[in-house]
């Protein structure tokens, strides 16, 4: 069974950072293309960023140059370093992942996702 988890959300002054994590377990080939969405209650969901598995990142308007998405590809793991945060970035952060699976077929899995609440 694959997984991804979200972890690292939590309360955060007004211009401050957090940082947070994605990771996928379980049995498949390999992860490809993940990547970050935030969702505000009666909000369409928003694409944060993404990374493909060489590393290449790409941006939302909204975030750039305040937020950095990293990896580990040894881990399955990424990362999104969130800076000078505002309270338009509370929102609930989910990650997803492409990820190929040991029968050849390709899917998309998300993570539960984690809060973000900007105070301040």
């Known amino acids: 069974q694959v997984q991804v988890v979200e972890s690292g959300g939590g309360l955060v002054q007004f211009g401050g950072s957090l940082r947070l994590s994605c990771a996928a377990s379980?049995?498949?080939?390999?992860?490809?293309?993940m990547r970050w969405i935030r969702q505000v209650p009666e909000k369409q969901r928003e694409w944060v960023g993404s990374?493909?598995?060489?590393?290449?990142?790409d941006y939302a308007d909204s975030v750039k140059g305040r937020f950095t998405i990293s990896r580990d590809n040894a881990q399955n793991a990424m990362y999104l370093q969130m800076n000078n945060l505002g309270p338009e970035d509370t929102a609930v952060y989910y990650c997803?992942?492409?990820?190929?699976?040991?029968?050849?077929?390709?899917?998309?899995?998300w993570g539960q996702g984690t809060q973000v609440t900007v105070f301040s």
């Open positions: 997803n992942a492409d990820i190929l699976l040991r029968n050849g077929s390709w899917s998309v899995y």
């Open positions: 990374i493909t598995q060489e590393g290449e990142t």
């Open positions: 379980g049995r498949f080939m390999r992860v490809t293309t």
